[in-house]
């Protein structure tokens, strides 16, 4: 039995800003050889129709993430630092806005 070979090149992320000023957003994934190539694919997959005003190519496996099993502590309140919560400070006479 022959051994199965990957021909597809390394995944990409693609994350596209749709306007001037808007925050970028995961659009998909391509596969590519180099970062030219990944760039061509990605203009090409997903700005075909002029969707994107930017683009952010980035190799998949330099993203990093959180172990889905320490996601609960991770995003837990830090309710022990007081100091951060805005109720904390005492605002000036004539303050309006903060």
Known sequence: ???VKDTQGQLWEVFIQTKKG??????????AYDKEMA???????YT?????????????DAIVA????????F?????????RHPTFYELPDGLKNM
């Open 39 to 45: 760039i061509q694919n990605a203009r090409d997959l």
């Open 66 to 73: 959180i172990d889905s099993s320490d996601d609960e502590s």
């Open 22 to 31: 808007l925050p970028f957003k995961h659009f998909g994934s391509v596969h």
């Open 48 to 60: 075909r129709r002029g969707e994107g005003r930017g683009m952010w190519v980035v190799p998949a």
């Open 1 to 3: 039995m022959s051994e």
């Open 75 to 83: 995003f837990d309140p830090s309710n022990d630092k007081v100091y």
